[in-house]
């Protein structure tokens, strides 16, 4: 293995393993790295040479452990973050609060272009400076901030990346969602440069009070040209085709529609969207063979094809998958301007260990290893191949095809891992998204140079090229629909396991390329082979992952959804029903049915679900359910009063007839059995005239009964519905009550209360939402009769577990709560 190698990965697993540290150890990482050190100096004189090298290898982890540890802390509780608690803590809160409840103005650059979605805009701002009705105050960190009203789409041209503007902006933490199998969000935010997120009413409150620099001013021009051009020229044809186009030369995806991304996700072809190693190769290579064409060679080609590539970089903001593939091209063009016999593989470790030192949290940035994972995969790859096959046409499919697989073996942990998805369609078609993207951004860069050289023929002809050649792309993704198989959701591995397999893989990429006079120890490359291959098996299909034996007992899981409602019920008999999906989550792009629920679900041992209800079609309860009904494949689908022109309803009947799920409407008086589980239907009645809106009476209420157990779930319904309940409700001996309309001061009402005497009362609800849920009143009354009150904005996902007889609740944070 190449020392430039050995350093990268040793920096790489010292970062990640600082990551894991509290601020506390580095003082103890310090000490371990000079104890190491010192033992190296030691075992120099008179140790072997192993133990010199490991404890030289072991010091230097140290020190990665500290750089990297340094790094979180600095980027998690950075400048204005602890502004933000300070500020909370004088209004009284604590700093635990997620919101500031008055506006604050801030000052700073934009990160990059502002994005225009169905909401609006959304723009990224490196903050400099903050008042709050007493000065300015220097306070750096970056904030996203999303713009409403109507002008926002007209004005965000305006909003250019380098520009200064002064904003005033409700201020609060990023969502986070604590459910076992979900990843911390604000943690990852933070580490990405974002502390805050934020709201601004008006674009009109937007003000920019200072241009760019003239080099951010000219790359913002060419930014805004290659839209314009896209739009004239392809989007007249079809937008997504100009969407497509924009993203792979500029690396603007905003356009794009969230299905389509899906699609190409579920596929294995999203790669090609994303500017990254392929698109700048391919850049280097068009470059380099016009300076070939043009007689400039050798060292002229490459400090040329150089500065060609960090302009591009430049001008297109400087995303992290571009600047991690021009830093790898870049190294490569400079280490053969030094040494012509430079290895690609060299060149990948080199630009890997540049970027980590310039960037140590890109080590849990999941582009980071897919980039460079997929790189030293096609490297891999491509020594195998040798030399060209016969006949001649064959090489390239066959060398698409061997480079795919090799990127499948070397990224389906990672992905497996980071999104929780596997597919083996990209093995095919990246036969024809891999040439489509060629086209698209060889005829978009055509169609763009013409536009501005105002050859409109040109430029047209170009521009359905690009849509031709997009739509290829696009549409090759529809062979998922085709063939669902070919892509499937696991939960995450662990990462021990994860660790082994790149160990495995390692020792048999090794063995399979050792020289002759190491052919004895070729007789272990098929028990790698086999070990690597039986190991991937084991990830991707996730044995660990299929449903725990049924153990008598009745399992009730509140999930920590926002502000929003997800049940999760699990009978003894092994039947599982969830009672919403959760949806409020404060951006359109975000489907927290894919993003919270369905993880959480998976990491519960649940594949499939055998029923969904939908208490009610408000977003809060059913804005996930699209995406659950498409991961899960409920074999039925519940739901209460019809609404037919609403259109997250609509959704959802479209979703069911994909899912082949059948679809049942639930009515007072239904009873149905789970084994020994019954489940009580109590609300709603049938309806006396169409509904067209969803009303919150109109909530299914549910009741799970088990011995002396019982389990009532309410939705939305408010004091009205609550004294019918009060009436059909038989009484029990010990009843769990999931709080109706998430604590609000207009449900739970003293005679529900009184007729149901909860032991324990679950609340669903959002950390700092502005709804002010739970009230004060409520949980006052709730604790007035003796109940345990549990909430998800303070407590995360909440476990009821019951026999019948004795009944134990835990939460995500630790709490625990048991009635014998």
């Not at 540290?21 to 310090?30: D, F, K, Q, T, V």
């Not at 506006?103 to 400076?129: F, K, W, Y």
């Not at 943690?187 to 009070?209: C, D, F, H, Q």
């Not at 994303?274 to 470059?287: D, H, K, R, T």
């Amino acid at each position: 293995m190449p020392l430039s190698l050995r350093l990268a990965l040793l920096l790489a697993a010292g970062i990640a393993a600082g990551l894991q540290c509290e601020p506390e150890a580095a003082r103890l990482l310090a000490m371990i790295a000079a104890g190491f050190a010192a033992a190296a100096v030691v075992a120099r004189r008179s140790g072997p040479r192993l133990l010199v090298r490991a404890s030289r290898a072991l010091a230097c982890g140290a020190l990665a452990a500290m750089y990297g540890l340094h790094a979180a802390t600095v980027a998690e509780h950075g400048p204005l973050r602890q502004w933000f608690d300070m500020r909370v803590a004088e209004r009284g809160g604590d700093t635990g609060a997620l919101r500031l409840e008055d506006p604050v103005r801030l000052r700073g650059r934009l990160a990059r272009d502002a994005s225009v979605d169905e909401d609006g805009a959304r723009i990224q701002v490196a903050v400099t400076s903050v008042s709050a009705g007493r000065g300015w105050l220097p306070v750096r960190g970056g904030v996203s901030l999303s713009v409403g009203g109507a002008s926002a789409a007209r004005r965000a041209s305006q909003w250019r990346g380098g520009r200064a503007i002064e904003v005033p902006a409700m201020l609060r933490r990023p969502a986070r969602y604590l459910n076992d199998g979900v990843p911390d969000g604000e943690r990852a935010m933070a580490r990405r440069g974002t502390v805050l997120v934020g709201s601004v009413k008006s674009a009109a409150l937007v003000e920019v009070y200072e241009e760019g620099a003239w080099w951010d001013e000219a790359a913002a021009e060419v930014r805004a040209a290659v839209r314009a051009a896209m739009a004239h020229h392809v989007g007249g044809l079809d937008g997504t085709s100009a969407a497509i186009g924009t993203a792979i030369l500029i690396g603007d995806r905003a356009s794009l529609a969230p299905e389509v991304e899906r699609r190409l996700q579920e596929a294995g072809t999203y790669h090609v969207v994303a500017i990254s190693g392929g698109n700048i190769a391919l850049l280097a290579s068009a470059v380099l063979a016009a300076l070939w064409a043009a007689g400039i060679r050798f060292e002229g080609a490459a400090l040329t094809a150089m500065a060609v590539l960090v302009a591009h970089a430049w001008v297109i903001g400087g995303g992290a998958s571009v600047v991690r593939a021009t830093v790898m091209a870049v190294v490569y063009l400079a280490l053969r301007l030094i040494d012509q016999r430079t290895s690609p593989i060299h060149a990948v470790a080199v630009g890997a260990t540049i970027m980590l030192l310039a960037q140590p949290l890109e080590v849990v940035d999941a582009g980071f290893w897919l980039t460079f994972g997929a790189t030293g995969a096609l490297l891999a790859a491509g020594t195998r191949l040798g030399r060209p096959l016969r006949p001649r046409w064959w090489h390239a499919p066959a060398a698409i095809c061997l480079g795919s697989l090799a990127v499948e073996l070397v990224l389906a942990p990672v992905s497996a891992l980071v999104f929780e998805r596997v597919t083996l369609a990209g093995l095919g078609l990246n036969l024809v998204a891999v040439p489509a993207m060629a086209v698209v951004q060889g005829a978009a860069s055509l169609c763009v140079l013409a536009d501005a050289c105002g050859l409109g023929p040109v430029a047209s002809v170009a521009g359905h090229v690009t849509h031709i050649a997009a739509r290829a792309l696009v549409d090759s993704s529809r062979l998922v629909e085709w063939m669902p198989w070919a892509t499937w959701r696991v939960p995450p591995p662990r990462l021990a396991l994860v660790g082994t397999y790149y160990l495995v893989l390692a020792g048999w990429w090794r063995l399979g390329s050792a020289p002759i006079d190491g052919a004895s120890h070729r007789r272990f490359e098929p028990a790698a082979r086999l070990a690597a291959v039986a190991m991937w098996g084991w990830i991707v299909v996730s044995p660990a992952s299929l449903p725990l034996p049924a153990d008598g007992r009745l399992r009730v899981a509140a999930l920590d959804v926002g502000q929003g409602d997800a049940v999760l019920v699990i009978c003894p008999d092994g039947t599982t029903l969830l009672v919403d999906t959760g949806g409020l989550s404060g951006s359109g792009r975000f489907d927290i049915g894919d993003r919270v629920v369905g993880p959480a679900l998976r990491a519960r041992g649940v594949r499939r679900l055998d029923y969904l209800a939908i208490t009610h079609a408000d977003a809060d309860h059913a804005g996930g359910a699209v995406s659950v009904v498409r991961d899960f494949r409920p074999r039925e689908i519940w739901v209460g009063v019809p609404v037919p022109s609403n259109p997250t309803e609509h959704a959802l009947r479209e979703s069911a007839v994909a899912a082949r799920s059948a679809w049942r409407w639930l009515r007072r008086g239904q009873r149905l059995a789970f084994g020994d589980v019954e489940l009580r239907v109590h609300h709603p009645p049938d309806p006396d005239w169409e509904r067209r809106n969803v009303r919150n009476d109109d909530s299914l209420v549910l009741e799970l009964r088990l011995g002396e157990m019982s389990v009532v779930l309410t939705g939305d319904v408010t004091r009205e519905v609550e004294h019918e309940l009060a009436r059909v409700i038989e009484p029990h001996r010990t009843v769990i009550l999931k709080a109706p309309h998430h604590g609000s001061a207009t449900s739970s009402s003293p005679a529900l209360l009184d007729h149901l005497a909860p032991a324990v009362v679950l609340v669903s609800a959002g950390r700092g939402n502005p709804f002010g849920h739970p009230a004060p009143a409520v949980l006052a009354r709730y604790r007035a009769r003796g109940a345990a009150v549990f909430r998800t904005d303070a407590d995360g996902r909440i476990d009821v577990a019951t026999d019948g007889r004795s009944l134990t609740v835990t939460t995500f944070t630790g709490r625990t709560w048991r009635l014998r």
